[in-house]
């Protein structure tokens, strides 16, 4: 059987460039693994593809749905799986780029199916929650109900903690518990597990720095004030939470200077390349590669063509 290829590591670190390398050398189709290229008019400060990029090498998962739309990691597999399943009846390999680690995690070990609805009285009940303590003050409430979830999911992220609050008033158990009970059968196919590490975290950083204000240069400030004429956008959505949206929507709204914005974005983009970094570390069954080495295309084919699951 043919295998699936995750390409993993933090942001910045060439993910996409090594996976248009293998496009030109083998038969191969990109499946964008990305939270954040989902989204349509969200170009810039996501670092999309160009379209030169994707004439070359057409991604799959990218531009699939509105800013005010809510994607979840159950609706990111079955596309996945899908995109996965055509590539192999056409006799090609899917490349899984990205740094979405909760997306490549649900992949791998499946999802949770059935999970409870809540009530609209608590669903009700947590938005006021959300409107009253802010963020902060949710997250503090799950850590006291369900310390086990609160372990194990983005705090920062107020949707993941309402559903998992949602879950508990719901049901009196961990969703995590649940998780683990009703997790989907786990896929068929082979995988192959690269991660991309910079070998220096200094230029690492570096490379965050540059590409950010290379994105203000690129009018990232504009597109977001388009954004912003859509009635339908706020603050909250996942969407506007990406790094450097909220930054930017936070300046628009009169909360920091621009100077300030171009700090808080970038130190946000390490922090996200720093979570990304802790996540892989932790990550079974992995082949690891300096991203910063000129060869590194080089050393991954001579990886992937000893690989018995790889086409010869």
């Given at each position: 059987?043919?295998?699936?290829?995750?390409?993993?590591?933090?942001?910045?670190?060439?993910?996409?460039?090594?996976?248009?390398?293998?496009?030109?050398?083998?038969?191969?189709?990109?499946?964008?693994?990305?939270?954040?290229?989902?989204?349509?008019?969200?170009?810039?400060?996501?670092?999309?593809?160009?379209?030169?990029?994707?004439?070359?090498?057409?991604?799959?998962?990218?531009?699939?749905?509105?800013?005010?739309?809510?994607?979840?990691?159950?609706?990111?597999?079955?596309?996945?799986?899908?995109?996965?399943?055509?590539?192999?009846?056409?006799?090609?390999?899917?490349?899984?780029?990205?740094?979405?680690?909760?997306?490549?995690?649900?992949?791998?070990?499946?999802?949770?199916?059935?999970?409870?609805?809540?009530?609209?009285?608590?669903?009700?009940?947590?938005?006021?929650?959300?409107?009253?303590?802010?963020?902060?003050?949710?997250?503090?409430?799950?850590?006291?109900?369900?310390?086990?979830?609160?372990?194990?999911?983005?705090?920062?992220?107020?949707?993941?903690?309402?559903?998992?609050?949602?879950?508990?008033?719901?049901?009196?158990?961990?969703?995590?518990?649940?998780?683990?009970?009703?997790?989907?059968?786990?896929?068929?196919?082979?995988?192959?597990?690269?991660?991309?590490?910079?070998?220096?975290?200094?230029?690492?950083?570096?490379?965050?720095?540059?590409?950010?204000?290379?994105?203000?240069?690129?009018?990232?400030?504009?597109?977001?004030?388009?954004?912003?004429?859509?009635?339908?956008?706020?603050?909250?959505?996942?969407?506007?939470?990406?790094?450097?949206?909220?930054?930017?929507?936070?300046?628009?709204?009169?909360?920091?200077?621009?100077?300030?914005?171009?700090?808080?974005?970038?130190?946000?983009?390490?922090?996200?390349?720093?979570?990304?970094?802790?996540?892989?570390?932790?990550?079974?069954?992995?082949?690891?590669?300096?991203?910063m080495d000129p060869q590194l295309t080089e050393q991954v084919c001579q990886f992937l063509i000893k690989n018995e699951n790889w086409v010869q």
């Amino acid at each position: 059987m043919l295998p699936v290829v995750f390409i993993m590591g933090p942001t910045a670190s060439g993910k996409t460039g090594l996976a248009m390398d293998l496009v030109a050398r083998y038969p191969c189709d990109i499946i964008s693994v990305d939270s954040a290229l989902i989204y349509r008019g969200m170009d810039i400060g996501t670092a999309k593809p160009t379209a030169a990029e994707l004439a070359a090498a057409p991604h799959q998962l990218i531009d699939i749905v509105e800013p005010e739309d809510v994607w979840s990691a159950a609706a990111f597999c079955a596309a996945a799986t899908a995109h996965i399943e055509h590539s192999h009846q056409n006799g090609r390999i899917p490349l899984l780029v990205g740094g979405t680690m909760m997306y490549f995690k649900a992949l791998l070990d499946g999802m949770a199916t059935g999970l409870p609805e809540a009530t609209p009285e608590v669903r009700a009940t947590l938005n006021t929650h959300l409107d009253t303590q802010g963020p902060e003050g949710l997250a503090d409430y799950l850590l006291t109900l369900d310390p086990l979830c609160a372990d194990r999911i983005d705090l920062n992220n107020p949707q993941r903690v309402i559903r998992a609050l949602e879950v508990f008033l719901t049901t009196g158990r961990s969703i995590t518990a649940l998780w683990d009970e009703q997790k989907a059968p786990i896929h068929p196919w082979p995988i192959i597990q690269i991660a991309l590490n910079p070998g220096d975290r200094a230029q690492l950083h570096q490379r965050i720095e540059q590409r950010f204000r290379k994105m203000i240069a690129d009018g990232f400030e504009q597109e977001v004030v388009r954004l912003r004429e859509n009635p339908r956008l706020h603050a909250d959505l996942p969407a506007i939470r990406s790094v450097g949206y909220r930054q930017m929507w936070d300046y628009l709204d009169g909360t920091y200077t621009y100077e300030a914005m171009i700090e808080r974005g970038i130190i946000a983009t390490r922090q996200l390349a720093k979570k990304q970094l802790t996540w892989l570390r932790r990550w079974p069954d992995i082949q690891w590669f300096d991203s910063m080495d000129p060869q590194l295309t080089e050393q991954v084919c001579q990886f992937l063509i000893k690989n018995e699951n790889w086409v010869q």
